[in-house]
């Protein structure tokens, strides 16, 4: 389930950069929290259409 898998690790996204790249938003920084290999950096990339999140891919 996914609430078992997410929620008890309490990590926190702290983001340091935010680029626009081939018609993205790309927004990167650590995640701590309490889980193996914390802290782990994360980049978020946006789809925007007509100023709303059309897709959302998170990479590692």
């Known amino acids: 389930m ?17 680029r626009h790249e081939n018609g993205h938003v790309v927004v990167e920084g650590p995640a701590h929290g309490d889980f193996k290999g914390s802290p782990i950096r994360f980049a978020y990339r946006f789809t ?11 990479t590692a």
Do not use: G, M
């Not at 996914?2 to 935010?18: G, H, L, M, Q, S």
């Open 2 to 18: 996914f609430e078992e898998a997410v929620i008890p690790v309490r990590a926190i996204f702290t983001p340091d950069a935010v």
């Open 48 to 58: 925007l259409e007509n100023d709303a999140i059309k897709a959302l891919e998170i």
